[in-house]
């Protein structure tokens, strides 16, 4: 919303300055977006005029003007084509910055011919973009040759925009915000200059509403005013000069005076209305709802389609334009228009919104009318529009014409002025509350603290006791809001994190302690590359993604991952330790929805650190690197990975030998690892060796609440003894087995079995493979003689034998 | 004449400086072996003299042998000191030639080279804050229902903040009913208020979406939401709990800030908070100056809100607030660019991302 300063003190009579006002404006929820004074960079320009102007004798559409200025005669090339004797304008002279071009203005010689100075367009002072010729002033401002254009056109007037939320319509107009600030004691409210037109006949055009019961409220009401007799072409008189003045300020294209008008009021009181020339009405006119196919042609110059849930007004002819949304070019008012019809009507916010979404049109009609005007201005409206085209064009008014009734004001709120205290925590008095809320146009009935108050139509924001409430202390500035510390709650400090937060954190944490760089990638991936990695369904599908390339939602972290180590690759970084932790989405259901941790490692970033080092270069990542950050994570969880199952059937984005998956039974799955399916990589168009990890935070068994003393700590007397064996096997016997197996074969004494060798040669013929395990045994009582030693030493053999079919080595 | 020819008799204190100085002349152990035997061994010259006592008169025996030994002690003394010193410098000789190249570099191990993205560590700046002041961490689903996500915060279907959020949808469901990305994190306030029971003091942090793209705008982003509720919470502790909030985020002990009135369907009164910055060289000093940024919006929350979770609202009451996490991030780190946020770029997450071990806490300091 824009307006100048002016403007707002036609209706605020206030002595403080600009900057107070602005302050206000922004404290009081009117925020202040830009102020700007056009007379600020137009202090050098001056009128001129030109007295002659021959034709260039080098160049077919330059003139050589001698100009009038206030320095003396000055030649002036001009290659505009209204360029003329007599033309007043606005003159720059060498040395002059002009702000619409970025340049100041040298002495120049222009094919030959010299010049000193310009005339100067619109746009080049940054007035519009108008640059179709120069700027032509009205003939009498040719008596003011040699003073400061802004000073002539009394262009000294700052222009103020400020952001309205959408609950204020009523500041989509100069006196809502006028009235904002004087109940906020800025000022007072000036009387209303708008009179009731002296209408001298009948309204000679019939005004109807043609709705079915249900379809009533689209427009309930619609009052109409025929002005008879009317000059349309006044363009010179002092009124319409402040309002072309004003519009142009805030940026609008004055047309013609009655059509500018209607724009003025629009932004004088949040009121919009519209103009028809009524001499090209045929028959009656009427809102009612469009019949599908029915066209007509705006005045924005395009053709629209209405359909059957649009408002439409029309005429025996057919519909002219949607209701509260644009005009028609058919009916509109021309230079031409001797009587003219003014519309102000109501029509329903919502259907408004509706109707001006499908259409595609942002109008100035329709911002205020979906917000919802003040179904009480009908009237005051077409008095206004009468009053001000009677002064300027001349012509008689009519009586009003309503058809219909504009819905009634029932918003009244029962309220306690002590509300504000138990809101807000600050006491006013009573009497200030209600002095402050009439001055918005609150009605108070009733004496004391427990009123009655009534909500001017203006208003449809306030409904109940908390929106006064706001009133009162936005008016009276929330600085006024003294801080008050909360007091804790007694009892022990708990965790505030829940336990799926406390995951996400851990996973993050230790992550990061292996080397990995937390990254945050987009939740949305390609389609193409979502079905890739199990998703892509439908229910997935964003309706309105911002691209293609972000249309659905991740089934996995890690195609994300992927395409972000691809990226820094391309960049030069070829090993990319990335991880994320993150929602990830099997459905669009909430238990569907689910928190994962992943990671990605290419090229030769491993744990020790990538790529070649003196002490030894790092090998290409392989399952075991990422193996051992998925159990980390599980570790990090409380999870006891010497618990989880290895299996072999990961899902078929990893390499089919090359990945496993980890569970808990045969419900549970952790999450999965390996390294990245050839035919995966190549569809991301990703180079060189990739593994990854994904686990699912939310699988995770949550520990049972465990003592927080530990068991009592065991530390044997006894030194343990160990013993080594190699078993010659099939390749294809997983190393687990032969682990279990050990240490199955005396529980009592194998403290632990881990794996010290693995040798695959051809000396031990095709297929096979030799594995060598250390057995620790724990003796308790006594120390182990060599008899039991061996003892041992036989049931671990014949228990590896037997599980596994190998044989131990010789 | 060399100290190893035996010469028994002849002048003790001439032997002894003879044998000192061979002593000390013994450049090698081998050498000082050498003297030793010359002086101590079976044919050594203080060995024969001492069987030279055997010889001697009881009386004179007693004299000659107490000069004798004290002889003795001083030179095994003297071979004793010698080899220690000998055994040193051989020591020495041998680690000398075991000098490595200490210049060399090390690798920089996991713990230096890993990070925690900003967004993740401010998060836990926030959620450390506000565990301090007695809120817990909620949360909700990134897809939510149309209904949490708009008509439950009192934005009914035609309201025109539903088109201001820009929001994502996903296709209608066979009863009619809409999927959206949650354009804020209000849902999780709407899903909490509805499982628990007031008191409530709560903080959901998370990821929101927006179809908004520029510097300052990626159509996903990060935001925190605190909710009270209860029955005598005011505009008075939602200023002093922002605050606190604020000074503790930015670490300074005063921060200027500009409560402004306006705004949010789901709060009322409703207000936009600024705070005080200056510029002084390209560093924002946040908290004092004449300039203001927008940081966050708040208020007390709407009755029709809480009628919607079936709380009367003439019984309890609270407030609201959301910050942009990222926001906090940028201005708090000094990062231009809210795209350069989630784009992955190694570099990037390398410069403004935290080591694994710098986690904020209220003890140690939210930031290093």
New interface residues.
Partial sequence: MKFTLSWLRDHLATEVSLDEILDKL????L?VEEVVNPAARLQDFTIAKVISAKQHPDADKLRVCEVETGSGVKQVVCGAPNARVGLVGVFAAEGTYIPGTDFTLGKAKIRGVESHGMLCSERELELSDEHEGIIDLPEEAGERIGERYVDVMEFDDPVIEIAI????PDCLGVRGIARDLAAAGLGKLTADPVKPAKGKFDCPIPIALKFTKETTDACPAFGGLYVRGVDNTRVNGEDYRLITRRLRAIGLRPINPLVDVTNYISYDRGRPLHVYDADKLKGAIHARLGKKGEKFLALDGDAYEVDGEMCVIADDRGTLGLGGVIGGESTGCTADTRNVLIESAYFD??RI??TG?RIGIQSDARYRF??GIDPQSIELGLNFAAQLILRMCGGTASKIEMAGAPPELKTVIKFDTDEVK?????KFKSSEIKGTLKKLGFGIDGKGEKVKVKVPGWRP?VS????L??EV??LAG??K??????T??SGVA?A???E??KRV?RS?????????????????VPRAIATRFGGGQ?????????STE?SS?RPSLLA??LM?AQ??HD?G?AD???FE???A?RG?E?DE?FIAAAGVRTGSAR???PGR???GTTDDVDLFAVKADALAVLAALGQDPAKVQVTRDAPDWFHPGQSATLRLGPKIVLGHFGVFHPQILKALDISGPAAGFEMDLDAVPRPRRKARARPALDIPDLQPVRRDFAFILEQAVPAIDVVRAAQGADKALIADVTIFDLFEGESLGPGKKSLAIEVTLQPRDHTLTDEQIDRVATAVIAAVTKATGGEIRG | MSVLDATPGGDLQALENELLEAIGAAGDLNALEKVRIAALGKKGRISLLMKSLGTMAPEERKAFGQTVNGLKQRVSDALSARKDHLDAAELAGRLATEQVDIS????????R?????P??QVM?EI?EI??D???????????ESDYNNFTALNIPL????R??HDT????EKADGSR?V?RTHMSPVQIRTMLQEKP?L?IIAPG?V?R?D?DQTHT??FHQVEGL?IDTE?????L???L?EFCKAIFEVDIVKM??????FPFT?????VDIGYTMVGNEMRIGEGDDWLEILGCG?V??NVLRNVNLD?EIY?GFAFGVGIDRIAMLKYGMPDLRA???????W??HY?F???D?PTLAGGLSR
């Fill in positions: 922004t404290v009081i929820g925020e939320t959408p609950n204020r916010p919502i919104a509706m979404r979906e917000r138990r809101l807000t925590g600050v924001d109940q006791p908390a929106d409430v706001e202390i936005r929330v600085d809001v003294p801080a008050v510390p909360m804790r709650d708990r505030v994190l829940t799926g937060q954190r993050r944490r230790i992550l990061a302690s292996r080397g990995f760089v937390e990254a945050i990638t987009w939740s949305f439908d229910a997935l599908e964003l309706t309105n993604p911002m972000m939602m994300g991952l972000a990226r820094n960049r970084f990319c330790a990335l932790v993150g929602q989405y669009a909430p929805q744990l020790e650190g080092h003196w002490s | 060399l570099a090390v690798r920089p191990g996991p713990l080279e890993g990070r925690i993205h967004v993740s836990d959620n506000f565990a002041l007695g809120f817990s961490v909620a949360e909700g689903p990134d897809i035609e309201h025109p903040a088109q201001e994502f949808y996903f296709n999927r990305l008191p003091r990821r979406y179809g793209s159509p996903m009270v919470t005011h505009m008075g502790h200023k002093w709990v605050e500009r409560f402004r009135a306006s705004h009322e009164p409703s207000m936009e007390m709407h009755p609202p009451q946020f989630f784009a992955a770029d190694l570099r997450l390398k991302g080591l694994p071990l986690v």
